[in-house]
């Protein structure tokens, strides 16, 4: 908490530039064809129309918007363009080269020339998955439409190729138009047939597991539900998870191939059984959540722990540190009398402790902050973990524990690619710790985690050092941990603060300071995403009774504060989808448990106005 958190930096050479574009390019994506192709050789920017929901009309020249491209950071403009009514503009940024592609079929052992127009700087133009050779070609700067082309063969069985073009990081917009690839088509393909036999298997209260019948020519399949797609699978069964106990939910799925995605099958319904998860069972449906400044003071005062107002119904005592980074031994050390003159005595702070549960709220040691780096590299470390976190809880008479693990304590390691089956070992050995408590302490211990956003939505478009390497290491780092522990975890509240730009599931760049970045990084959390773009590993939503929204109490607490309405604004959205402005959720979620703020401290320096608000908007 209460430190900078911002997105990844990243200054590259740029005289090394073309020995990197190979080992940087290849993103999957559907239909090259152009506006302004020419008719020699079957040119493949002007094949019959198609209208498959995958590829769309053949759009080189970008005049139908960006249909058929994949480009995350990409837009169309109306000017400048090189010919038509429209061009591509796409905006590299710190850790992102802003590529946009598509895949083509084509013929094996066949030859292509690849062309288009560009401008800015350090534009490149490409092809990959060739089965020979992939080629790239590029400018260093293109103040006017400069024409790009190249040529590659295909290997003896290679039918699709992805065609690409993108910039270089942190260099500004570029532009691109009349992209056409010349050269023998490829064959035709229909999309696969819609699939059959969609039933239900084992149902718990929180998945629902389902499967259907094969179908001719799908290489994957869709998964929906309640109109949503939260999965993409290779086989013909998948367990849908993240589900509410005991609500009823409708599922359908979809049959996908090169040339698109088939009609829905027929829904099947289930309704998951009762029962519960998480941890504590008797938190109320709407909570409030704050950290309570316990081992140090600030601008905001030092608030003793009786002083906290009944609204706060969990309160997290900031912060639980290490001795060192990998000891794994934690401290508890209250704030001096020295630096917090109104400290109350050891005594009177477990009679506040006792005070507040017996009015039915919880209290919680909160292990890291900004200044608490804490790495359980081996073994000792994590039983260490273990035994000095147990001891503060049973001293002090807690609830439970709260994760907040900041700054390079979560990372990891080169070829550590899968969040359901970690390998690097601080991700293990937490994993292990915090399940080893959780068994200790059983059903009410309440466990709660706050990552910052980089730890987490930042998975959607990168995951640890990535395919090639070279990304920071601690991208989506905490998703192995949340994913492993979702059935034990009591809340998880990211911290929507302190952070730079994060895509959304709108494929389009968030920033702090008002609601759509709070709805569009909690929309994540409950629609679940696949990480690192992989539609085949995908991190399944949360249940909305596990998630609460981080937020700074005020202009002092952190960057990202945003005023009381554009709170109310955020929680309309996410729980009665109106007063969303631009942003679209999946879906309307009134059982999200509420907020959390850093922090209590910076609340009351404020007059109480993040608590004021969520008292008047849940009651």
């Given at each position: 908490?209460d ?19 190979a080992a ?145 990081y ?14 023998p ?7 696969p ?10 149902v ?12 001719t ?35 359908q ?25 998480g941890?504590?069972?008797d ?67 477990k ?19 900004a ?18 976190v ?52 059983g ?7 706050a ?23 601690r ?14 975890l ?16 709108d ?38 009774d ?43 979620w ?11 401290n ?5 007059n ?12």
């Amino acid at each position: 908490m209460d430190r900078p958190n911002g997105t990844r930096s990243t200054t590259r050479t740029r005289t090394v530039l073309a020995a990197l574009t190979a080992a940087l390019l290849a993103v999957p994506g559907i239909t090259v064809l152009s506006s302004a192709a020419r008719a020699a050789d079957a040119d493949l920017a002007l094949p019959q129309p198609r209208t498959d929901s995958a590829g769309g009309t053949p759009n080189g020249g970008f005049e139908s918007g960006l249909d058929g491209w994949t480009c995350p950071a990409g837009t169309t403009v109306g000017s400048p363009v090189h010919a038509g009514t429209a061009a591509l503009q796409a905006t590299p940024a710190g850790s992102d080269n802003a590529q946009c592609a598509q895949t083509v079929s084509v013929q094996p052992d066949a030859q292509y020339t690849l062309s288009g127009y560009v401008r800015g700087s350090y534009v490149y133009l490409g092809a990959s998955g060739t089965g020979t050779t992939d080629v790239s070609t590029w400018t260093q700067s293109a103040p006017d439409w400069q024409k790009l082309s190249t040529t590659f063969r295909t290997g003896p069985s290679t039918t699709k190729v992805t065609i690409y073009t993108h910039g270089w990081y942190g260099t500004g917009a570029y532009y691109a138009d009349d992209v056409s690839l010349t050269g023998p088509g490829g064959a035709t393909q229909q999309p696969p047939a819609a699939p059959a036999g969609l039933r239900t298997g084992t149902v718990t209260s929180s998945s629902v597991a389902l499967s259907w019948s094969a179908v001719t020519g799908a290489t994957s399949y869709a998964v929906y539900r309640d109109g949503a797609k939260v999965q993409t699978v290779s086989g013909t069964s998948a367990t849908v998870t993240g589900l509410t106990a005991a609500t009823a939910y409708g599922f359908q799925v979809t049959a996908v191939n090169d040339a698109g995605e088939s009609a829905k099958s027929a829904t099947v319904t289930a309704t998951t059984s009762t029962g519960t998860g998480g941890g504590s069972t008797d938190l109320p449906a709407h909570a409030l959540v704050g950290y309570l400044h316990s081992t140090f003071a600030n601008g905001s005062g030092y608030t003793r722990l009786a002083d906290v107002p009944d609204s706060w119904d969990v309160i997290d005592l900031a912060f639980g540190e290490p001795t060192s980074a990998t000891s794994g031994d934690i401290r508890f050390n209250r704030c001096p009398a020295t630096e917090c003159p109104n400290v109350e005595s050891d005594a009177d702070f477990k009679a506040a402790v006792k005070a507040k549960q017996a009015a039915g709220k919880k209290v919680l040691i909160s292990i890291g902050g900004a200044n608490g780096q804490v790495q359980l590299t081996t073994t000792a470390a994590r039983d260490t973990f273990v035994s000095s976190v147990s001891k503060i809880i049973d001293d002090y008479g807690l609830d439970g524990l709260d994760i907040d693990f900041e700054g390079h304590s979560l990372s990891l390691n080169t070829g550590d690619t899968d969040f359901k089956n970690p390998t690097t070992p601080v991700i293990v050995n937490l994993i292990s710790a915090l399940k080893t408590l959780k068994a200790k302490y059983g059903d009410k211990f309440v466990l709660t985690m706050a990552p910052e956003t980089f730890f987490v939505q930042m998975g959607y478009q990168y995951y640890g050092t990535g395919q090639w390497g070279g990304q920071d290491p601690r991208c989506g780092a905490y998703l192995p941990v949340i994913y492993a522990l979702r059935d034990a975890l009591t809340l998880l509240h990211v911290q929507d603060y302190n952070s730079g730009p994060i895509m959304g599931l709108d494929n389009q760049y968030h920033s702090m300071g008002g609601a759509d970045f709070h709805i569009a990084m909690t929309d994540m959390l409950l629609t679940g995403f696949p990480v690192a773009g992989n539609a085949n590993n995908v991190f399944p939503p949360l249940r909305p009774d596990q998630v609460a929204i981080g937020m700074p109490a005020s202009v002092n607490a952190g960057n990202g504060y945003v005023a009381p309405s554009e709170v109310t604004k955020t929680l309309d959205c996410l729980t009665k989808k109106t007063n969303c402005g631009s942003y679209t959720t999946h879906g309307t979620w009134p059982a999200l448990r509420g907020l959390m703020t850093w922090s209590i401290n910076w609340d009351r320096f404020s007059n109480w106005e993040f608590q004021k608000n969520f008292d008047a908007y849940f009651g």
